[in-house]
């Protein structure tokens, strides 16, 4: 008994934490370890969540809970009738982070926002590889590189950006993770002491939370900014609880080690909402689970064939065995909570009898085919594995046999991407700006097939006109209806099976107040608050 | 004596060449490529994705990387890590502690109980005591860690809420400037509740950690107590009527622990196979799930110089218990 | 372990050897036991399509992650279902083939290789066998789980390749036994005598040597047969064993890790189903070591 009263001492010592001192104390049960502090280099969304999220902030950030953009860092900006000049006017009086070693001697200015873009643009920029192996992957994936022509510093409190074509998607990529405002004044200084390197580890930004320290693969600690610009955080401190496994982090929620986690298993969803300690919000993710075929071989490249196999595939079960309910069938490639959304085009129903048909009248029979499950679980696909045992045992029941090959994940990236891959691929996407063009234009393109970033090879010339001329319109009705018509050529088709979108849930304590889930997928932690 | 120890440590120079050419040489030939798992399902074009590779030194010839490598590693430089871009050999001694502090736990767990448990075995042959704990260190010899420690976090923390779920100590504790052992930075701010904190997420992991090396302990103690006990001098010292408990604490047991020093020597490297799991397990940031972690995202430079470390710090210990063996025994020597 | 002192014994009194083997082999009761389990997983193994009430990757969609002793439309569920309804019983009854297989595999693969190189090191001796034991001390100086994963890592993950890996790690110890028994075999008199009359070598090693120093290797083998279950779970478990839907257990368990709180089915069953092999083949592994081993007979 004496070792269960020492032991409970030491599990309920979390508790107290919130009363002491009348520091209000939020604990977050992250999923992994960040990769760096620096979130331009990086493109998990992990990395995000502690650097970027908490410490930085960006020229215009999306409103919370929203897509639509908002004024951040520039209180305001005007866009020339061209579309090729944005002139940002920059908020004064915003204040870095101290840190140990490094006290700002002047506010944020227009030096800060042009050496943000630079060091991403300018090989010859000491900050372009700070360290060995650094690079800028999602500025590039962006195509930053051919969008972006300059970045100029009219006056202290000004920063013109020149475009070299017009480009709708510009202003949303501006809110993005990779285009957080670092302190020119900080970095310069780190340079002159050789210590470059720090930038990714010790951050200094404008956010609402100061960095305070990092135990490797173990907790962050970040404290409010009293100076931030839209007011101090409820909170006094944020902790991140670094705990990869679901089921643990699940336990620390229920036992009040933590107040907050991401990525609940889909399976323990619904032990967390009968807990009557937690709530638990949830939110349709702005991602897509897709099976591309090989359009470019046969039989693939006859879209009824396509078409049949995509009716002898149960998507239900599907969500119910893999997603556990945590997901809704997907008829379109890009998620229902984005504009431009089709709701009025029908699915291809479930019908193995009506499948089996139609690949006899296409002349395909004893067809063996392969089905690519990615060896990792992702967003937007829980376990790809389990969803290719449920279609290889559908297939089965039409006469096609289907064989599972998988790959380590960067070769099965890589590998998938040739032309000449036999079979089709389980693979997905998560939004990056909540713009269509970023599913439909990264996916689907014909200059996606030429790449491989479109896996099925589809290069459809009635489709590539409708989201190439969506992309130079500025007006977003506009935009809207020319994606709506683009997914109605895209059904006809059918390069993909489009199989889910996975639901979101954040399992919270029910002292915690003011969360608001991004459909981005980030987690931020401003405006949070935590109820005695 | 200098000499037999000068031998053995020089001996011990082609195995470390081995271990460098085996770190090396696996990790060059690991598929995939850490480029593309940066980029994710962004992708990248093949001119910037040949960029990277130069730059991170991909692009030359095999032996002149290897050479490379030998040179860095003889100035204390074993690169960077692909991931987080900060020195591998800093990665590596921030989470060594960690490891080192769970792995002396339960070793000292194994030993403290499966010593005396082994020699009571012992004494007692064909005892009921001798039966049941035989019977348990050959269960928890046969155990599947991984599982075990599975079905410890459902009972003690699941159900009876009696240990924390995972972590080192309460994150009401902070320790700037700490060592990274945290029992010791417990003792050392004084705080109150500080070390029991640190206790009690430390107790689970043991365990399942201290599973394997305790049966293996307490069933060479037992059958190194046997046969000592069945040698003349114990005989004779018995037939002269020295006390049996003498007999055993003199004799015997002295005599016992040769081969069990040999055995808890060997277990240093089974600890380091046993840390993976238990690490994983428990999400204990330590040097075992950093491994798997690096080698899952392809990680080279981490992967490489983990393996390097480790082998290393295997060796050494395999060193020490050699010499201790050396000296407690000193037959070997002057073979 | 004690070392091994057996002398020669003309291969004659094989039989007779045999006899008292088993005559101090039965003597263990936990060993029979033991003996008697392995034998009944043994026999489920190779019989598990007649003993099996379902197919092992059946998917009965209406009835995900039943818990045990449902009864369904398609019948009883003895040990419930996993998630995508694949009856468990049915799968550790197939299962079983593959623990069963991968043990056996591997120590075949360990013990061929490393008495062939333990032969030849001890035999031979001088550079040849200095070469050959540093490999074996560099393949040693790495924790095996550890060394088993980069292999994986590097192979590609599944079952075959795992299996390879940790025979890769587990024959530097066969190497060593071999070598060491070789090295106080070869100056006794009757390898002497046989390489007067004219053997030639690789005769010499293997019908004169080897068979005398059989008794380690048997007890080692055994030890490698239950750590090779184990290991091969381990990998499984991590991600790197066999590969889904391979109904291999330690696979089965990560698999089922997701659902450790919600259906404690999924996670028991395969664990106990390893850890009863296991112990099975361990106590018969120290049976056989009673049995075979002269000085503990005695004390």
Known sequence: MKLRSMLLAGAAAVAMTAGAAGAKTLVYCSEASPEGFDPAPYTSGTTFDASSHPVYDQLVEFKPGTTEVEPGLAKSWDISDDGLTYTFHLRPGVKFHSVQGFTPTRDFNADDVVFSFDRQADKNNPYYQYAPGISYEYYNAMDLPKILKSVEKVDDMTVKFTLNEPNAPFLADLAMDFASIMSKEYTDKLASEGKEAELNNVPVGTGPFEFVAYQKDAVIRYKANPDYFKGKAPIDDLIFAITPDPAVRMQKLQAGECQIMPYPTPADIDALKADPNLKVEEQPGLNVAYLAYNTKMAPFDNPKVRKALNMSINKQAIIDAVFQGAGQVAKNPIPPTMWGYNKDIKDDSYDPEAAKKMLADAGVKDLTMNIWAMPVQRPYMPNARRTAELMQSDLAKVGVTANIVSYEWGEYLEKSKDPNRNGAVILGWTGDNGDPDNFLGVLLSCAGAETGANRAFWCDKDFNDLINKAKQVSDQSERAKLYEQAQVVFKEQAPWDTLAHSTVFMPMSKKVTGYVMSPLGGHDFYGVDISE | MIRFFIGKILWLIPTLIGITIVAFGFVRVLPGDPVLLMAGEHGLTPERHAELAAALGFDRPIWQQYLEFVWKVLHGDLGNSLVTHRPVLHEFFTLFPATLELGICAMFLAIVIGVPVGVLAAIRRGSWFDQISMGAALVGYSMPIFWWGLLLIILFSGVLHWTPVSGRISLMYYFPNGTNFMIWDAIASGQKGALTSALSHLVLPAIVLATIPLAVIARQTRSAMLEVLGEDYVRTARAKGMPPRRVIGVHALRNAMIPVITTIGLQVGMLMAGAILTETIFSWPGIGKWMVDSISRRDYPSVQGGLLLIAVIVMLVNLIVDLLYGLINPRIRHR | ?299
Not at chain 3, 81 to 94: H, Q
Not at chain 3, 213 to 241: E, H, K, R
């Open chain 3, 1 to 299: 372990m004690t070392e091994q002192t057996q002398s020669s014994i003309p291969v004659g009194t094989r039989r007779a050897q045999l006899a008292e083997f088993w005559f101090y082999f039965k003597e263990n009761r936990g060993a029979v036991i033991a003996l008697v389990v392995f034998t009944l997983i043994l026999l489920s193994a190779i019989f598990a399509q007649f003993l099996s009430p379902h197919a092992p990757d059946m998917q009965y969609r209406d009835a995900l992650l039943a818990p045990p002793l449902t009864d369904t439309a398609h019948g009883h569920f003895w040990l419930g279902t996993d998630a995508v309804g694949r009856d468990i019983l049915a799968r550790l009854l197939f299962g079983a083939r593959y623990s069963l297989f991968v043990g056996f595999f591997v120590v075949v693969l360990a013990l061929s290789a490393g008495v062939i190189l333990g032969l030849v090191a001890g035999w031979f001796g001088g550079w040849i066998d200095t070469v050959i034991m540093r490999v074996m001390d560099v393949i040693l100086a790495f924790p095996s789980l550890l060394l088993a994963l980069v292999f994986v890592a590097v192979l590609g993950p599944g079952l075959i390749n795992a299996m390879i890996a940790i025979a890769i790690v587990y024959q530097p110890h066969f190497a060593r036994l071999t070598r060491a028994a070789v090295l106080s075999e070869k100056n006794r008199d009757y390898v002497m005598a046989a390489q007067v009359a004219g053997a030639r070598n690789t005769r010499l090693m293997f019908r004169t040597v080897l068979p005398n120093c059989l008794a380690p290797l048997i007890v080692q083998g055994t030890l490698s047969f239950s750590n090779a279950i184990l290991d091969v779970a381990a990998l499984g478990f991590l991600g790197m064993g066999a590969q889904p839907p391979t109904p291999e257990w330690g696979t089965m368990l990560s698999e089922a890790r997701e659902f450790i709180l919600r259906a404690w089915w999924v996670v028991t069953f395969p664990g106990l189903a390893i850890l009863i092999t296991v112990l099975a083949i361990n106590l018969m592994g120290d049976g056989l070591r009673d049995a075979l081993d002269p000085k503990l007979k005695r004390s």
